[in-house]
C-alpha cells in the first residue's frame, strides 16, 4: 500500500509540476508580450525578433543621443546669436555715436565702457555650458575656454588636449601694428606660463585645437565613410577668427608630430592672428582702443579714420558670424529630420517584432485562465488524494 502511494504521488507531483510551469509560461507570455521563450518553440521567429530588437536598441541609442546633440547645437546658436547681435549693437548704436563724441569726454567714457561690456559679454558666450561642458571648447570640455582681460587687450584661450594632464593657455595680445601706428593686432604671447598646472601654447597648438572635429553617427550619412556624418563641433576660436576647422585642416596641416607643414606654414600665425583681429570680438575691442588712443592724443581724424575703417570691417564680421549661425541652423534642421525618420523607423519595427514573435494579448489571457483553472483543479486533486490514512503510521 506505501508503495503504491509513494508512486501515485510522485506522477502527482511531476504532474502539478508541469501544470504550474505552463501557469508561469502564459503569465510570462502575457508580461512580455512574446510569444516565444526560446528558440526551441519557433528558431526563424525568436532569431528574426533578436535580430529586430538589435535594431531597435541601436535606433534608440542614436535617437537618445541625437536628443543630447540637438541641445547642444541649440546651445551654441544662441550663444553665436548673441555674439551678432552685440556686434550689430556695437556697429551701430555705439561706433556711429563714438564719431561724434570727440568733444564729450564723459559720452567717450560711457560708450568704451558699453563697448567693454559688449566685449566681456561675447566672451561669457563663448563659455556657455550645455549640462556639464563647455560647447565650444571642441574635445575639451571641462576647462572655461576663454577669459578677458578688464581691459580687453588681452585674450586667454585654455585648452586641454587629449591625454595631455596639463592646460594649455594661448595669451594673445592687442597690440598696436608696427607697420601702421593707426591699426592694431593681436599677437600671441609665448612668454612662459606661470601658473601651475598650465603651459604656454604655440601657433602649432593653437591649429591642432582649431582643427578639432566632432563627428558622430547619429543615424545622419555613413559610419563608414567620416565625411558623410555631421560634425557637432564648433570651436570658440573658429567663431572668433571665422575659420571652420575644415578651412584651418586644409590650410595648415598637420604632421605626425604636431608641426604645421605645407606652404602657408610659415604664415599662419600672422594669418590666424589677423582673422582673430578683424573678427567680431577684434573689432570692438579695437574700438575701445581707438577711443583710449584719442583720449590721449586728442586726434579727432585720427579716430574718424579708424572708426570708419572698424566699421567696415564689423560689417565684414558680421556676416561671417551670420555663416556660422546659418550651418549650425542647418545641421539643427538635418538633426530634426533625421530623428523623424528614427522614430518612424521604430514605430515600423515595432510592428515587425509584434507580427513575427508578438503574442495575441486575448488569445494569451484566455491561455492564462485555462492554466489558472488547471492549476486550481490540480490542487484541488491534491488535497483529496495525499490524506493520510492509518497505514501511514503503521512501521
Known sequence: MRVTNTATYRNYTSSINNVHANLNKSLNKIS???QYESAAESPLSYYRGMEIDSQHQEILSKATLLTDVKSRLEQQEKGIYDIQQLLKGAKNDVVLKARTATTDATARETLKADLLQKSQTMVNDLRSQYQDFYVYGGNDVSTPPFSLSSDG???TFSHRFPGESDITDFVMKLKPDAADST??????????STTPGHTTGTIDKLVQAMSEQGYMDLGYGDIRSRDTLLDTFTGGMNVLTGMNSDTIKSLYPLDPTGAITGPNAATAEETIMKALTDGPLGTVVQSVAALENFHQDGDGDALDDQLERLISEMT????TVSNFYSDLGTKYHTLENTEDRLNTTMDSLKVQYKDIVGADPYESIYEMYNNQYAFNAALQVGSNLMQSSLFDFVR
Open 32 to 34: 512580455s508580450g512574446r
Open 153 to 155: 587687450m588681452t585674450l
Open 183 to 192: 591699426k592694431y593686432k593681436f599677437e600671441l604671447d609665448t612668454a612662459p
Open 316 to 319: 565684414v564680421a558680421e556676416h
